[in-house]
Structures are given as C-alpha cells and as structure tokens.
C-alpha cells in the first residue's frame, strides 16, 4: 500500500543506499527517506574518496572488521555499479625512530585484521614506488585504493531504485512513533509506515535516536577542509602518501590525495564545531593547507587550487577526549524494529558493503528475507566518462549519438550527452548540484564559469526550465530572481 | 577517423581568430580553416552589449556584437571556411589537430596554427575566498552571460569584488536594470579597470569604489546573504579593525582573468609566467614552429581594437611563415626591467619595426618607457598617466637595433 513500508532506511548516504541495495535484493519493500533534495548530500560526498586497507584499527573492533571485509567487497560492487575505483596503495611514512615503531604497531594490526601485502619499505624501495617520498621507513599497504565518494553513493541509490525501493528525497524526518506492528514516521508532509526503521542518519544519528526516547548517544561534529588542485599536476603521486598516526588526533593528518578523476586533495583539517551543517571553509585553515601543500608538493602554484570543500565527520567523542569510538550498529531490544547506526565516520565508506551486510542480517532476524528473482544488480552506463576514452571509442559513440559530439564543459571536456543523462537521472534529481556531481561538469578549473551559461540554456531549452526553477542544491538557493523583462510577444 | 589537411588552421572565432583570419585571407592564403565551439562567431564580444569598441580601429563607439559584425561580414565575404560548434580537444606539436562536433571526430593535419583561444575568469576557488558556498556567487561574465544573453535576473543586492573592466561594465549593467550594487571593493590601491569605466560605469552612478579592500568571508548556507569585507594593509593583509558586514544576495567577482592555453600546454608551447601566455617572436611564433598565438590568449588586453590589431599582424605573419618568406635570424631577447610588469614579444629579429606592448608594475606620472641595447637608448615613449591596467605599446625601429644584443625596457621618472 502506498506510504508503507516493511523497511524504512533514514538517511540516503553511502550506508543508507549500500542498506537499500542490499535489501533491493529480497522481497520486502523498501523506502529511503532523505531531507535533502538528492542523496550523497552530507559526509558520504565530503570526503577524501578512499578504500581504506583497515591498519588503522584495533582488532575486534566493527571498524577493523567491516573496514578489511567492505574493501574486499568494493571491487566486484564497483564492477557491477559502473564506478571507477583504482587500488593504489597507500605509503605510510615514518620521519623518525619513534615513528618507525608506529608502523611496526600497524603492520601486526593490520595484519591480525586480515589485510593482506602489507610490507615495511626501506627509503630505497620507498623511492621506487614514490620519487621524493622523503622518511626513513614506511608502510605499504596495496589495497588501499582511491573512489569518487558521491558516484559510489549515487550508484546504490539508482541501482536500488532500479529494483524497486522508493526514494523520498527532500523529505525531513520530523517525528517517529512506535506502533504495535513498528513505526510512524513523519517526512517532509507524508505519514510513511514501517516495520523495520533503519537509521543511517548520519550527522543526525543522535537526534533520530532521541525522537525514539534513545538519549544515551551525542553527535560531535568535527570539520575537515580540503584544497582541490588543479589537474595539471595528476601523476605527482603515485599512491597514497600518509604520515604516520599520532595518538589522540581525530583524523589521520593533513596529507596529498589522489582522486579517480585526477585532481589531488590537500587536507583534511580536524575542527570539532556545534553546527552539523556548517560546511563553510575559513580563512586559518585554507592557509595552513595552502602552506603544508607548497611542502608536500613542491611544483605547487598558486593557481592550482581551484576550489575547496569541507566535511563533517560525525564523531561520538567529544573534542576533549578525541580519537575515535567504534561504529555503533546494533538492533533494538528496547524498540523492536530499529536497527541504530551512530558514528559511521571513517572508514564508513569503505565499510559501507559490509555494513549492508551486516545489517541485512539484522533485519532478516525480524523480517522473512526471501530472495527476489529479477533483481538486476548492475547498472547501465559507462565506468569512464567520454573524454577517459580511446579516440576511436569516442568517434564511435560520435556516430551514434551526436550529443557525444558536443562538449558542454570545457575543463573537464564534459559532452552535452553526458550532461543530458544527469539531468535525466533515474531519481529525478533537478539541482544543479546533482548535475555537477553525475557528470563532472562545472568541477573544472573554470569552476563552471563557461559551461553553467550552457547548462542554464539546455534546461530552458530542452526541459523548459524558468529562471525561478534552477536551484544549486536545495529549495533555498535558487539561482536567479526570475526574468530581467517580459518577454515580447 | 578522417583526417584532412588544412594550410592554416585558427582556433577561436573571436575577434583575435577573426581579424587573424581576414588578414591572412588579404595576404592571399586561400586554405584557411577557423574553428568556434559556439553556434556564432563574435566570441564573447556578443554578450558585451555595452559600447565604447572600436574607438581605435572604426573611430566610433560600436557595441560589441556591432564590433564583431564587421569583421564576420568581412570573413564572410572573404568566403573563409568556419566550423562552428566544434571543439579542438587536443593540439599535437605537429600541428595535428583533433576536433569534435555533432558530426563526428576529425583529425586535420595543419601547416601552420593561430591559437586565438581567449581567456577564462579567475573563480572563487582560484582566490581561495573562504566562507560558505552559497547559490548566488557569479564570476562577472558569466552573470554578463545570463543578463544580456539569457535575460535572467541574476540578483538583488549586488556586491562586486575586483574592478575589472567586466565588473566595472556589470555594476553598471545591473543598475540599470533596477539592482541596487551596494559596492565595488578592490584589494589593490588602484583599480585594475580603465579609467573611462570607473567614470562611466559607477562614479556616473554613484556606485562606491573602496580599494585596498577585499572580500574576506561568504556567508549564508543556501543563497548568500552578505559578504565580510576588511581594508588591507601594504602587504594585503586584513585590517581586523575594518572588518563589516556588507548583507547582499549576490556576489559577482572581477578578479582577473586567465589565458586559456590548456591546449598549448598539451601541444608543448613555452609559456611565460608574467603573462600565463606564450612566449613569442615578433612574428608572434611561440616556441612551436608553425604555432602563433594572439589575442587575450596570448596577454589579456583592456581594448579589442589592440586584439584586432595583434592579430591581424599574427595573420599575415602566419602567411610568410607559410611561404618560406621567414628567415630565422639570430633572435634578440627583450626583457623588462624597472617597473614593467611584462613585455611582449619576448624576442625580435631585429630586422623589422616593431611594436613592443608592455605593462607597468604600478601607476605613474610623468614618466618615460625607455628601451635600451646596453647603454644605447633605441626608442623612448613619453606618458602623463602611466597605469597597469592599460597597455602600453611602443614603436622600434629596425634601423636601431639591426645589431642589438638585448633589449631591456624600463620607467624612467
């Protein structure tokens, strides 16, 4: 029946849609619902986008074991979803003897977690994998590897769809009722029912807690700011280059990322702050980071950085004590039904296919699971964008369809046709955001200065857009005030 | 994938493609392809609906799409091939070009190449501007685009940071169309505009101008909803004292712009850093033989009659590279000095006149442009205003420095 539901999921990141996914593959019926207006919108997109290897873990913990089983997982996962994922590796880099102890210390723990290769490098072989690595040891670990955060999320969300489970996006979650059968929930202006509640609320994991009468957890958001560089200076790095860990930090350093579509990352910086929305970036930090950048990279300029963001991590530890707590995933005894997940910060994404497992499990505890035939796991599409192709490859897709022919974004060589399947995309997405997160365009070094004139013209042209209609990423940030005059008859 | 062969292929169908493609037509060169990634050629002159082009090369205000006009009516009747719609996505040192289009994939194999590409803004993220990112933060020519192009009201409340000609044109612009412009703010103590825009676009308005001041934080999470603006000291650094909130809902940035030179750098042109564009010969060759390059992709001008100009000499230069009519003479490095922030070429043969165009470090008055071989002064140019926001050009003759070693030109107060 419509508006109900045998799982409801709260919240449409990286882990509400792997959940989605997952359960998209049996019989129940599943819904996501999501306060803002596309999924990927909080810490699943705002992130250094990589596949951890799981050394940074205490053995026994879920972050340990989800982490080292979600990495294994995430190859085939990608295969099938069409997103790019790269394994790398990843140097972790000791400055001194006490350092080089700290990576003995990881080297067993990732080792008593399962991950495999990993090997302590001395400068010599350090400089083969990496030229001007720097450090007196490191630690090699080869199955790190780099993703695009959002795409990843995006994909389960519209594979999900695909078969069958309902998106309510720009719906709020404003009050939850435990029913006798399970629960009522209020979105946005819809009543939806459920018999499983799912929170993958992120951020808002607590609050979703508290409208159950579960007080026992808090949210502490803590910032990270990144520098996005320009392109020009992709092939820097060949892996990942980290410093060693320090105690009591609550990230893992400032340091150079590699990304799947070629720009490098500066960041992120640990700043705990009151406000879960808060993604603003400040003026200190994006001076360290251009500062610890011109160290690390030394062919550095100026005019490449190009852009910068900021994520929040939503941590369970207060900024007095720091460091991390483990992910809390666990089923209700208290209220049958909710299934609670608080505190999926890092490595949450890389967790995410095995927490999806995992909760399945939970859910087939109070649901019958029953396998749902013609569930299609894999997604249409191509893995690359058109510009990643052979010439030949790129003719061919010319000759079939001539939006291919047009390229829309200059930077990033985005064509028309590429743009046209965002805004077509299968969760009816209308933001201009989610059209510069599923196509790439306007991510370039003209940060859309020439390409949003012409995505503005083919949503006036082709979908009929006015002006008062664009939005960048929610109902309160239109572009435009409508038109300049009336138009003449 | 087809290939075909072209003698002269012209990237960019602005006024530096055009005017290069209509000279090296006259110089009677008839195998000449020009490609545009837009429907029109014009480039961005056709959303400069403003007047005040041409003043140099018709002797009359013309606004920009009547600017363009003449010269694409003269291509046209030239019968010069143009590909419009099409893009150059990459440029081999050999001159081979791969373009696409609705049509399909095209190799062309060029004898010689003008890169007439243009420039882009410098955004937000270019300046590292910290604060939220809210809708409502528009480089200038791209709101330029949606206001006289698209007829789209891209804001209230208007603050301008940067006084570049194009936001200097936009404050005016959206006066006029019933926005209030709370102000422009300039962290330079001087405007980086043309003077008769300062006059014309915001005193005539009483739009206010406050230099050394910067933009240092945006605020709002969804539309902006203003802007933290600061003075700045010598060193360009914030004046906490200063600091105020300044509430709008739009924020369009003139902070400079960029040579678009992604495709020489992948070809391997030599690029100068004090201009972002190539480095060339008097004949306007970079350091790819059979590769010229002009116009603001080459240095950002202020006036498209100088575009026009530049180019239309890269045209016919392309020409007598073509017909073997060069001679590769020893080459004479020029070089600033003294208060001169670049000069262009950055080499001449010596055997020709030449102009030098340059610009200066700061303003002045009173003062001299001296170019010197060694202790020899070889051509002297006196200025009352000298500004670095408007270009400086300057004639040398060939009789004086047939024999120089280097030329080095300076302000001499």
């Known amino acids: 029946m419509e508006n109900q539901y045998d799982v409801i999921i709260i919240g449409a990141g990286v882990v509400g849609n792997a959940i989605a996914r997952e359960l998209s593959k049996t019989c129940v019926s599943v819904a996501v619902i999501e306060k803002e207006l596309d999924v990927s919108m909080g810490t699943s997109s705002r992130n250094s986008g990589v596949i951890h290897s799981g050394i940074h873990y205490k053995p026994g913990t879920l972050r340990a074991s989800l982490n080292v089983l979600g990495n294994s997982l995430m190859a085939d996962l990608c295969q099938d979803l069409k997103v790019k994922i790269d394994y790398i590796g990843k140097l972790t880099v000791a400055q001194d003897e006490e350092e080089v102890k700290s990576l003995y210390m990881l080297k067993d723990q990732g080792e008593a977690n399962g991950v495999p290769g990993l090997e302590i490098l001395d400068p010599d072989a350090m400089e083969k994998i990496q030229p001007n690595v720097g450090g007196i040891k490191a630690l090699h670990s080869p199955s790190t590897g780099i993703i695009c955060p959002y795409s990843l999320t995006i994909a389960l969300a519209e594979n999900a769809h695909a078969n069958g489970c309902r998106f309510y996006l720009g719906h709020e979650v404003t009050s939850i009722k435990k029913t006798g059968h399970g629960f009522e929930i209020e979105a946005g202006k819809k009543k939806l029912t459920s018999r499983v509640l799912i929170n993958s609320a992120g951020l808002y994991s607590a609050e979703i807690c508290r409208m159950l009468g579960i007080n026992n957890y808090q949210i502490y958001p803590c910032r990270g700011e990144y520098l996005i560089l320009d392109k020009r200076l992709k092939g820097a790095l060949n892996l990942l280059v980290y410093p060693a860990p320090h105690t009591g930090k609550a990230g893992l350093g400032i340091h150079l990322t590699n990304t799947v579509s070629g720009n490098i990352l500066i960041g992120p910086s640990n700043e705990y702050q009151e406000d879960p929305e808060d993604y603003a970036c400040t003026a200190d930090i994006m001076a360290q980071l251009r500062r610890e950048g011109h160290v690390l990279l030394p062919e550095l300029k100026t005019a490449d950085f190009i852009r910068s963001f900021s994520g929040l991590r939503p941590k369970q530890t207060p900024p007095e004590i720091g460091g991390f707590k483990d992910f809390v995933i666990e089923s209700r005894e208290d209220v049958k039904g909710f299934i609670n997940l608080v505190g999926i910060e890092s490595p949450g994404l890389t967790s995410s296919p095995a927490i999806a497992l995992m909760v399945r499990d939970m859910v087939e505890k109070l649901l019958p699971l029953t396998p749902k035939t013609g569930f299609n796991g894999t997604r249409s599409g191509m893995t690359n964008h058109f510009h990643e192709l052979s010439n030949e490859e790129k003719a061919d897709l010319v000759a079939e369809n001539p939006d291919y022919g047009e390229v829309v974004c200059r930077c990033e060589q985005i064509t028309r046709k590429e743009v046209l399947d965002a805004i077509e995309n299968p969760l009816g997405v209308k933001t201009i955001n989610s059209i510069k997160y599923r196509s790439r365009a306007m991510m370039g070094r003209c940060q859309g200065g020439f390409c949003l004139p012409r995505i503005v013209r083919i949503l006036e042209k082709d979908f009929g857009y006015r002006p008062e209609d664009y939005l960048l990423k929610n109902r309160s940030s239109p572009l435009f005030f409508g038109k300049m005059r009336q138009d003449t008859p | ?413």
């Open chain 2, 1 to 413: 994938m087809q290939t075909i062969k072209k003698d002269l292929v012209i990237i960019g169908g602005g006024p530096a493609g055009l005017a290069a493609a209509v000279s090296a037509k006259k110089k009677g060169l008839s195998d000449i392809l020009l490609i545009e990634r837009d429907r029109i050629l014009g480039g961005i002159l056709n959303q400069c609906i403003h007047d005040g082009f041409g003043l140099h090369t018709f002797k009359e205000a013309l606004t920009g799409p009547e600017y363009a006009q003449r010269y694409i009516d003269e291509f046209q009747s030239l019968g010069i091939e143009a590909m419009p719609e099409t893009i150059v996505l990459s440029l081999d040192k050999d001159r081979t070009l791969t373009v696409s289009s609705k049509k399909g994939f095209l190799k062309i194999q060029a004898n010689a190449v003008i890169l007439a590409m243009g420039c882009r803004e410098r955004t937000a993220g270019a300046i590292s501007l910290p604060g939220t990112r809210p809708s409502g933060v528009y480089t200038a020519g791209a709101a330029q685009n949606f206001v006289n192009l698209q007829n789209i009201m891209i804001g209230k409340h208007i603050v301008i940071l940067g006084s570049g000609d194009i936001g200097l044109i936009m404050a005016r612009r959206m006066t006029l169309e019933g926005a209030k412009v709370e102000a422009v703010f300039e962290l330079l103590p001087t405007p980086s505009g043309l003077a008769r825009n300062v006059q014309q676009c915001l005193n005539d308005y009483n739009i206010p101008l406050f230099l050394s001041t910067s933009v240092f934080e945006l605020h709002g999470k969804d539309r902006l909803t203003g802007v933290t603006v600061a003075q700045v000291d010598e060193k360009f650094q914030m004046i906490h004292e200063t600091k105020r909130f300044v509430p709008c809902d739009t924020l369009l940035l003139s902070v400079g712009l960029i040579p678009e030179n992604e495709l020489s750098l992948n070809a391997g042109v030599r690029l100068e850093p004090a201009t972002s564009g190539a480095s060339v010969d008097d004949r306007f060759m970079t350091s790819i033989p059979g590769i010229f390059s002009c116009g603001n992709v080459l240095h950002v001008h202020d006036l498209v009659d100088h575009v026009s100009e530049e180019a239309s000499l890269v045209g016919q230069s392309a020409v007598a590279y073509l017909q073997n009519k060069t001679d590769s003479a020893t080459a004479i490095p020029v070089v600033p000095k003294q208060d001169i922030r670049y000069v262009l070429p950055q080499k001449i043969s010596g055997k020709e006149d030449v102009t030098l165009s340059l610009r200066v470090t700061r303003p002045m008055r009173n003062a001299s442009i001296q170019v010197k071989d060694g202790d020899r002064k070889v051509a002297k140019k006196k200025l009352v205003r000298l500004h670095p926001a408007e270009m400086i050009r300057i004639k040398v003759k060939a009789k004086h420095i047939e024999n120089a070693e280097k030329l080095e030109v300076s302000v001499q107060c």
